[in-house]
Structures are given as C-alpha cells and as structure tokens.
C-alpha cells in the first residue's frame, strides 16, 4: 500500500520532476506520544517512546535489543524519487554505552536492479550529550522499498534518537549546496577509492574541517555526489578551500567532476590543480554548466601528482542566476566588414551562451570537437557526436563553420604515431583528413589543415612535432592535398599563434610562399592572434596582414583574446576596471586594423564568446582572466564597445616613464632614446608615430617620431604638458625630416599630465596619460673581441680595459653578496664576467634563485617588453657552475642560448658565462637589454638580491625595466 503511493508519486514526478519549492518539512519528533511511522529493524529490536528519550518537549525513541550493526530503527518511504533532502537527526547513547559510530542510511531497491545502501549521514555518538547527524539525499532510479533508518558501528549498542527531519528542497538543482564540516561529520562526502575522510580540527572556518589521507592515486580522495543537483544547460559557482596535510612541503590541488552518459565515464577540471604552499588555506573556486544528461555526477578533489594528505573546508555550490542577455544593443557581426566568428564547445550552445552566439556572431569553430582526440581517439574508431552536435548548431543559426584542425601536435591520441614509419603515418593522416572532410563537406566552409607548425627558432623554421620528426613536410602536403580532393570547394588554411612577431612571421611567409609555389592546394593563412593587453602592438598585427597580402592568400583572425595579464605567474583577484578600460581601448586599435585590412581579411574569430568560458581561465595556469568581449554574465564590456562603438569608451590615461636624462634638441636621434620604445600612437590612415619623455631639471625632454609620408602644410605635433601647449611643424626648430615623416624634440617645462597630438589634415591621433620622472637608464659598454674568452672563471686578458659595473640596486634586503660585472661580445654571442664578493656560499635550496648565484638578463632586441618575448632570457648561474633558465613560460626559444663555469675564489665565485643572441645581428652600436642580479642564499634561504638596474625585483617577469648594454667596437 504504502509503496504503491510512492509509486504513484513518484510516476507523477516524473511529468512534474520539480517539487513546488518550500513543500513542509517531515519532522519526527515523537511529541504526540507515538513512533511516528519508526518501527524496529531486526529481530529482537525495540522502539519505545518515552520522555527518558527526549531532547527536545517529552518525547524521543529509544532503540534497544539491537543484535547486529544494521539493527535499529527504520521507517518506509519517506523519500520521494527526484527530490533532494537535506536530512537532520540528533542521536545520543545510552548511558553507559561505549561510543560508536551512529548512521543513517537509505535502503531502497532499483527497478531490475540490486538493493543499494546509501549513507546519508554518520557521526561519532556518545552517551555524554546529544549529537546532530546531517546530510542530504536525493534518488534518481525508479525504486522500490526504500526506508531510511539508524544504524550503529556496535552491533549492540542502544541508543536515543530525537528531532528527525527531512526537509525537501525547492527544486533541488536551485538550492546551494555547503560543506563547513562543524557539525563532526564528513557531510556527504566520500572517498572516490581507499581515500580515508575524517573530520578533523583543521580547520579553514569554525573549528572542524575534513582531514583526507590514505590516498591511492591523484584521483583518489574526497567526492560529492551532485547528481541531480545540477540542470543541464544550467551555470553552478563552486568554491572549495584546501591545505596541505603536516608534513607535505608542497602540492597541486585542483576540482574535478566526473560525470557518466551512456555508462561512459568523462572527467572535467573545474579548477586544474594550482599551487598549494604549506600551511596555506587555498582556494579553489571556479564554474561549471552542465552540458549533459548524466547518471552520474561526482565532484571530487585530486592532485596533479602525488598522494599526500590534505583538508578540505567550506565547500560551496551555488546555481549561478543567468542575467538576460542584452537586446538593446548591436549585434557585434552587423558591426564589422568581415564574418565575426567566435569558438564554441558543447556547453556554450545551451541557454543564455547560446543565445549570446546566435545574437552576435555568424562564424563558429568548434573549440575542441573536431580535433584528433575528440574524432579519431582510436585508430580508426571515428566519433562526431559532439562535431556534428557543433555543426549543426552553428549551420542551422546561419553561422559560416571553421574546422579546427586537422593536424596538430597537440591533442593527437599516442596511437597516431605508435611504431608508424613515415608510410604508415601518412596513411593515417589521409584516412583521417578524408574521413572528417568527407563528413563535413558543403558545411564547414574553411577547414585549419594544420596547426602550429613553424618554429622560427629551427634552421628550417619548421617545429619538431612527431609528424615532422617521421614525415618531414610531406604532412603538410599530404593533409592539404587530401582535404582538398575531399572537398574542392573547402577553403584550406595553415594556422598558427605569433604570426605578429616579425621572425614567426617570415617563417611562416617562406613556408606559405615555398608550398604555393609547390602548388600544394593552400588558400589562406590564419593567424591565432593569442594577445595581452600591451603587446605585441597593433601596428605588428597590420605588417603581418600585409606581408602575407603579397602571397594573394585570404587570412583570418582565427583565435583572438587579449590577456589581462603580459606574464605567465601573475594573478588578480579582482580585475581593476581600469585594465578593462584599456582593454577596450587595445581592441578599438586591434579592430581599426581589421577594418582597414578588410579586403585581405575575410573573418575574425574570438577564441570563446564571454570570458567565463575562455581557455585563458586554465592556461597557461588556472587564473582569473578576461580577455574577450562579454564578461562571466554575459553583458557587454568596453572591450566590446570598442568593436562596436569606440565613442563609448572612457577615456584612456596612459602611464609613461620620463627617465633621467638631458638630450640635444634637434631633431636629431640621440642614442638616449634607443635605449627604450617609443610609446605608440594608434595608426590613423597612413598616419601613426611613437613617443618618449625624460626628465631632468632643466624640463622635461619630449620626442615624437611621426609617420607620415605626404607633407602637408598644417602637419604638426603638439604636446600639451599640465594645461601648457607647444606645437611644433615640419619646420619648427627641432623638427627633422625622417625616410617615413618626421621627428620633433622639445624640452618643455616640467609637469605630469601630458598629451600628444599628431594633427595631419582632418585627422588626428593622440597619446593621453601621466608622465612620472624616474632615475635614469643604466647603460654599459661590451666592447668587440676578434677571439672569444675561454670559459673557466678566470679572468684572462682579453677582460682587461673591459668597462665594469656594479650591482647597487638592492630588491630583497640592503647588504649582502655583490658583483663587478664585465661584458663584451664576439660572433653572436654577449660574453659576461661576474667577480662576486660572498664569503659563505650555499646551494641547499631546491629553489635555484634562492641559492647563491647570479642571473644575467638579456634582450636581444632591447624590445622592453613587460612580459618576456620569446627570445628574451633570464640565465642564471649558480656559484657551482649549475645552468637555470627562465624566460617565456616554457622557455623553449632561448634555453639553449648559455654556457657558463663558476669557479670558488677566496671571499666569492666568479662566473664566466656566454649568451648567444641568434635572433639579431649584432654590431657596433646595437643595444641589448641587459641587466645582473646577484641571489645571496643563507642555508636553503634567500636572504638578499641586488641587481644592476632593474628596482622592481620583477626582472623574472617583465623586461621594461632592465638596462641596456651597448655593444662597442
Ligand atoms: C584550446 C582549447 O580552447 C582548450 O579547451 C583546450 O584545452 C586546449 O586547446 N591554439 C589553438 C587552439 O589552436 O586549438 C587551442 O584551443 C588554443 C591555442
């Protein structure tokens, strides 16, 4: 009787799978005097009310007689299937009763299937006071005799229960769920394999938290089940805080679900695993919209490596509350000249992502779908649920589709390559690229045939992906002329990140130019456009444009974002809304490019259409990011008015250093201003310039160097300096004639508020922001040598008449080791010797910088960069001769630039060390951005460091502030 009306409301629930939100509470507090539905489970168990039994009023139940561990009290059915609980009881022993562990567990028997047992909530119990018991609950599977009941970890022990509630939640994928641990328990969590969860007094908040040890593999440890506590297609927030357990020096924690369609398992990081330093409590917080139907769905905590012990605290989910996407402004693609594409993967088709797809852009390119790993995982096992689920969104929203990508280094399964000669592996990639090009033809217009394949670094300037090492080039040929006989109307791209930096750029030009002469079928050249927020500058983005322009070859942007952030460790917690500002501002200029390069640029692609979606969130480390043009909610950002409508831009104050320095006013270039970047003025027309400041007592020094090749009576400069302005004209004193336009110096009177203004005919182009005086720019001579120092720490001969420069500059502490530092240069390569004065040396730190040693810090290009180009270098040596090296966040173009020795000297070291600078040709004159820091290690602690010129204690990061050396003759 009773369980055919749980049937009844359950089959009912299945039509309304939602409860009406605050449905009553079940309370069983046993005040009227009887069991209230409770009755014994086992043979020989009683169940009497009584006020002995209370804890609350004069009522309780007492439970007696039990023989066996799952003895005790039970009551059938009060579990309705599809609706979560949050389930509370209070349990006490009797008195004299040893202590056990207390539980309440659902049986209940699935249709067709074996009776399960779930823990709902467990506590250690004792007879000294009343303990709460918590937990949630919440069945999916059609069941049958499902009865929730206590049980004990002593099969005899007799125990008091009181105030029972279930209360059944609104719409359960609404309702937060949290952790705080403080009630003693493991609050629904479980171990995902041996992993053992204890609730413990380390704590993030309150006093209790959850302590994980025995793990049996990174996988391994504590799991929530959230089945049904998320809607697919919905948004959840989910933050979790975690520590290192005692004695674990250092780990990588991360938050991952695995959820199962189908009986196939799938796992997704949340938050990939991120540092955890010892004795910190931190953060894991990140997002998730489920995109699928799902029988299974577990979070869960693991580590990248390793099975140490940690804590887990204040764990939190919450449904994240879509804002309605706006309609009341323009549609991004009625906004621009060329297709306006953005990535997509599964998730972002589905409620207010999808409608922010469909609304503003007409390209798409499935983000991971159509690559190798998602489509041929096992050879020749091809899957494209998901690639046509893509295809079809896209195609039936009127969207032009790119297919990304056909070959890659990247996201290839093993087997591709597993014991293929260059025949086998060439096979392999034609049954491929026919089979996907076959399957898409007349719907994907515009196919990445291959991805990411020049390294400039390489004499050939070709990567050394597997495919190369086994094919040679004959995998670019190969793919293009398959994918073209495949589909003869498809247009078939190379892609590729960095094409804006000029030495990328003519790698990737001889490779394009030497394949069309070949008559391999190529019809255009993709350019990943992967930015920050200052670099590289637009003007690079348009000199690659018109570079590949004379190669009569369509382009495309096929992956832009732009960074927040110009290095690979920094992180915000919040982003200053002035970042967003200038965001906005670089995508004006990056669009102002586009625009007039429209006739070589058939579309523009967004890697991802709002920033919580952005593959920026986990690479190159998991970070707050945003770089595209909705944010987390979906509303448009200045990044996106400056697409769209620039004049809704808040003005953009810029920042500009003015170093110490007095220069000749004369139109002429003083060596002074090499030894930085101009700052640039946005192109306008065929007009754009740079610009530079010091300081100095008599003023502030000004120059501009503008572009501008058709002379114009009216053309002139001003600079207006706190409210004072000078203008100056092609004939103004000061004023020279250049190859391109002209330059203008002034020395004006000092101030901080400056503007810049470039006036040639109608238009205009201006630089805005504050000019702060800072000390002067170092700069030391590395004269030439025909022969080149052997490297053995002594100081031979050829040191000698070498100018020499000391390290003063203290960023960590105010004394302790320092250099005399020598430089100069033979062939291609920067020569500097290190006298250092440390009389106690030690390298017992794991951490290199944090033993004694020196780095030598080199930019070839003297580009100053914030953030380091790919070829500039932090090489660090230490007092032993060890070799480290730090530069972009794989360091991969420069790791082979040293070499170095070290020899001990009475009351130091000195370090020989040799720096090849392959990607300029030096001379006399040629500035390098260079600068010293001496680490000064205590034991396995860094207890000072002082450098040549940089005072930011930043030189590991960002290049702008090193000094210069100059290479003499
Ligand atoms: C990225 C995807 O966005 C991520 O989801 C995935 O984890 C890694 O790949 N260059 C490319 C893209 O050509 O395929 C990459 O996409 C981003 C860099």
């Known amino acids: 009787m009773r369980t055919l009306r749980a049937l009844v409301v359950a089959a009912l629930l299945c039509l309304l799978p939602v409860l009406p939100a605050h449905a009553a509470d079940l309370t069983y507090d046993f005040e009227d005097g009887t069991a209230q539905g409770w009755g014994p489970r086992g043979g020989g168990v009683t169940v009497t009310v009584t006020p002995d039994a209370a804890r609350t009023g004069s009522g309780g139940l007492a439970v007696s007689g039990r023989t066996a561990t799952w003895h005790g009290a039970s009551i059938t059915g009060p579990f309705v299937r599809g609706v979560g609980y949050t389930v509370t009881a209070y349990a006490r022993l009797v008195a004299g009763q040893p202590a056990s562990t207390i539980a309440m567990t659902v049986q209940r028997t699935p249709t067709g299937g074996e009776t399960t047992y779930e823990r709902v909530a467990a506590a250690t119990v004792t007879d000294g006071e009343w303990v709460r018991l918590s937990g949630s609950y919440l069945f999916t599977a059609e069941s049958s005799d499902v009865q929730l009941y206590v049980e004990s970890s002593d099969a005899t022990s007799q125990y008091l229960l009181d105030d029972i509630v279930l209360s059944p939640l609104g719409d359960p994928t609404r309702e937060p769920i949290t952790s705080d641990f403080e009630d003693g328990t493991a609050q629904d969590w479980s171990p995902r394999a041996a992993a053992v969860l204890e609730n413990g007094a ?224 060439l096979q ?137 952030y110009t290095d690979f460790v920094s992180t915000y917690d919040t982003i200053p809304p002035e970042l967003l500002v200038q965001q906005g501002h670089r995508y004006k200029e990056l669009f102002d490019v586009f625009r007039r390069q429209a006739a070589r640029l058939s579309s523009v692609t967004v890697w991802g259409e709002s920033d919580d979606v952005s593959w920026l969130r986990s ?199 320092t250099a005399k530092v020598r430089t100069l240069w033979s062939g291609s390569t920067l020569y500097v010797l290190a006298q250092v004065t440390d009389p106690a040396l030690s390298e017992s730190s794991a951490n290199p910088w944090e033993q004694d040693s020196v780095e030598i810090f080199v930019d070839p290009g003297n580009g100053k960069t914030k953030g380091y180009e790919d070829d500039d270098g932090q090489y660090r040596v230490s007092f032993t001769g060890r070799v480290t090296v730090g530069g972009t966040f794989d360091a991969a173009g420069v790791k082979d630039n040293v070499r170095a020795a070290a020899v001990a000297v009475p009351g130091g070291y000195v370090v020989e060390a040799a720096v090849a600078m392959p990607t300029v040709t030096l001379g006399e004159g040629v500035p390098a951005g260079f600068d010293v820091q001496v680490n000064d290690a205590t034991g396995a602690a860094r207890t000072s460091a002082v450098t040549w010129n940089d005072a930011t204690g930043r030189s590991y990061l960002d290049t702008s502030h090193w000094g210069v050396v100059l290479l003499g003759r």
Not at 502 to 521: I, N, T, W
């Open 202 to 425: 380390t704590a993030h908040a309150g006093t209790r938290g959850l302590t994980v040890t025995g793990r049996s593999a990174t996988w391994d440890g504590p799991a929530l089940n959230v089945l049904g506590r998320m809607a697919k297609g919905d948004k959840y927030a989910l933050s979790a805080w975690v520590r290192l357990g005692p004695d674990t020096a250092s780990g990588r924690l991360g938050l991952s679900i695995e959820r199962r369609t189908g009986g196939t398992p799938s796992y997704e990081r949340i938050v990939a695993p991120k540092d955890v330093p010892a004795g910190e409590w931190v953060q894991l917080s990140g997002t998730y919209t489920l995109a699928y139907d799902v029988e299974f769905l577990s979070l869960y905590i693991e580590s990248d490596t390793g099975t140490f012990p940690f804590h887990l605290d204040d764990f939190t989910m919450t449904y994240v509350e879509p804002k309605p996407v706006q309609t009341d402004i323009p549609s991004v693609k009625d906004k621009v000249p060329f297709t306006m594409g953005s990535a997509l993967t599964r998730p972002d088709t589905l409620g207010v992502h999808g409608e922010l797809l469909a609304r503003h852009f007409n390209g798409a390119t499935p983000g991971n779908e159509l690559k190798w790993d998602a489509t041929e995982p096992r050879e020749g096992e091809f899957t494209f649920t998901d690639g046509d689920y893509l295809v079809d969104f896209a195609t039936g929203h009127g969207m032009t589709v790119r297919g990304h990508t056909l070959v890659w280094h990247s996201q290839t399964p093993d087997w591709v390559f597993e014991g293929a000669t260059k025949e086998v592996l």
């Open 428 to 564: 392999r990639l034609e049954r491929h690229v026919r089979t996907l090009v076959t399957r898409y033809k007349g719907r994907i217009a515009v196919w990445d045939v291959v991805n990411e394949v020049v390294d400039e670094n390489q004499p050939d300037g070709l990567r050394r992906s597997k495919w190369y090492e086994i094919a040679g080039l004959d995998f670019i040929r190969t793919a293009f002329r398959v994918a073209h006989e495949a589909d003869p109307d498809a247009k078939l791209f190379i892609n590729d990140y960095n094409t804006e930096f000029p030495r990328k750029r003519e790698a990737l030009y001889k490779l394009v130019e030497q394949l069309k002469s070949e008559g391999v079928p190529i019809h255009g050249v993709g350019h990943q456009l992967h930015l920050n927020i200052e670099h590289p500058a637009a003007s690079e983005v348009e000199a690659t444009i018109e570079r590949f322009a004379t190669l009569g070859l369509d382009q495309q942007v096929t992956e832009l974002d732009v960074s927040i």
């Open 619 to 817: 690479w190159p480390i998991p970070r707050l990011n945003a770089p595209l043009l909705f944010d987390d909610d979906l509303q448009a950002k200045p990044a996106y008015w400056g697409v769209v409508d620039p004049s809704k831009l808040a003005p953009l104050v810029r920042k500009l250093e003015a170093p110490a320095a007095a220069v000749k006013v004369d139109g002429k270039r003083d060596l002074e201003w090499d030894l930085l970047p101009d700052a640039p003025l946005a192109r306008v027309g065929d007009v754009s310039a740079g610009f530079q400041a010091r300081s100095s007592s008599a003023g502030l020094y000004v120059l501009a160097e503008v572009t501008d090749p058709v002379v114009n009576a009216d053309d002139r400069v001003t600079f207006t300096v706190d409210g004072r302005t000078r203008a100056l004209g092609r004939t103004s004193p000061g004023v020279r004639r250049t190859a391109t336009g002209y330059r203008a110096e002034a020395l004006l009177t000092a101030g901080t508020d400056v503007q810049v203004t470039v006036h040639d005919r109608g238009s205009l182009t201006s630089w805005t922001g504050t000019v702060t005086a800072t000390p002067a720019v170092k700069r030391t001579t590395a004269p030439h040598r025909a022969t080149p120092p052997v490297l053995d720490g002594a100081v031979d001969r050829l040191w000698s008449g070498v100018p020499e420069i000391r390290t003063g500059t203290w960023i960590q502490g105010t004394s302790g080791a």
